[in-house]
C-alpha cells in the first residue's frame, strides 16, 4: 500500500517533538485549545466507557486528555519521535493510552470499523492525500460512531491568520508549519465525509484573540474548525 504521508511534515514534528509536553514551546496553541476541543468532544461523545482512536496523535495531548476521561485509547502517528514523546509521557502521567506507529489507511486494512469515536485534529492538513484518510478513519469507525475532524479553512483570511499572522507576526509558530495549499474549505471536508458514509453534524469554528491570548469556540470558522460527523448505520 502507498503511504499517505509526506516525509517533509514528519520531519518537521520529529525535530520538535522533544518539547512536545513543554506548554511553552512551538506545540503552545495545541496545550492551549486542548481543553477546548476535549469538552466539544466530550460532549458530543460521552466518552467514558468508550473506544477511541486518535489518528495522527503526536505527542498524545489529547489522546491523554481523553483517557483521564475514561476512554480506552489508542493512538497513532508516524512520527516514531513523538510516539516516544507520547509513550515516556505515559511514565510521568501514570496514564494508560496504546501508541502504534501505522497509518489510518493501514489499520483500517487490518482492523476494520471496530472503534466508537475516532479523531483527527490538526492532522488533514499535513497530509498528501486528506479524502483518503478521512476514508479511512470512516471505516474505522463503528456503524453509529463519531467522528471529529479539526483543520484550516483556506480563503484569504485563513492565510493572512494561520500563516502570516501565526508564523510570522506573533510567531507562535515556527515559519513553514503550515502549506496554504493544503488547507480545506469545510465544503470541501464535507464532501470528502459524504462521500464515505459520514454525515456531517456540527461544524464550530475556532478563534484566536491576540490580546487576550484566549481561544474560543464560536461561529466563525473563517480560519481554524472542528467538524463532528457520525457514521451512517
Ligand atoms: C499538528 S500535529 C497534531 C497532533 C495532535 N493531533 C493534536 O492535535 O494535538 C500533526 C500530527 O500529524 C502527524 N502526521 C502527519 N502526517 C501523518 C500521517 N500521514 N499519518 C499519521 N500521522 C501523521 C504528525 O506526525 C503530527 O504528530
Redesign the pocket.
Known amino acids: 500500500m502507498m503511504?499517505?504521508?509526506?516525509q517533509k511534515?514528519?520531519e518537521k514534528?520529529?525535530q520538535l517533538a522533544h518539547r512536545w509536553w513543554d506548554p511553552g514551546s512551538d506545540f503552545k496553541p495545541?496545550h492551549d485549545i486542548?481543553p477546548l476541543r476535549l469538552e466539544w468532544i466530550d460532549r458530543h461523545c460521552q466518552l467514558a466507557g468508550k473506544s477511541v482512536l486518535?489518528?495522527?496523535?503526536?505527542?498524545g495531548?489529547?489522546s491523554e486528555a481523553m483517557c483521564e476521561r475514561g476512554a480506552t485509547v489508542t493512538g497513532?502517528?508516524?512520527?516514531e519521535k513523538?510516539l516516544s514523546v507520547a509513550r515516556l509521557h505515559l511514565l510521568e502521567s501514570g496514564r494508560q493510552v496504546d501508541y502504534r506507529q501505522v497509518?489510518?489507511e493501514e489499520l483500517a486494512a487490518e482492523q476494520g470499523s471496530r472503534y466508537d469515536v475516532v479523531t483527527c485534529?490538526?492532522?488533514l492538513e499535513?497530509?498528501p492525500d486528506p479524502a483518503s484518510?478521512v476514508a479511512a478513519c470512516a471505516a474505522l469507525a463503528k456503524p453509529g460512531g463519531h467522528v471529529f475532524f479539526?483543520t484550516i479553512n483556506r480563503n484569504p483570511k485563513a492565510y493572512l491568520f494561520a500563516v502570516i499572522g501565526a508564523e510570522y507576526v506573533l510567531q507562535m509558530l515556527p515559519k513553514g508549519t503550515h502549506d496554504y495549499a493544503r488547507f480545506i474549505k469545510p465544503s470541501e471536508l464535507s464532501r470528502w465525509l459524504r462521500n464515505v458514509g459520514l454525515d456531517p453534524d456540527e461544524l464550530r469554528g475556532m478563534t484566536y484573540n491576540p490580546f487576550t491570548q484566549h481561544y474560543a469556540l464560536g461561529h466563525d470558522t473563517d480560519v481554524n474548525y472542528l467538524l463532528h460527523s457520525i457514521k451512517n448505520v
Not at 486518535?54 to 505527542?59: M, S, T
Open positions: 503511504i499517505n504521508a509526506d511534515e514528519l514534528f520529529s495545541l486542548n486518535d489518528v495522527g496523535c503526536g505527542g495531548l489529547l497513532i502517528d508516524l512520527s513523538a497509518s489510518a485534529m490538526e492532522m499535513h497530509v484518510t479539526s
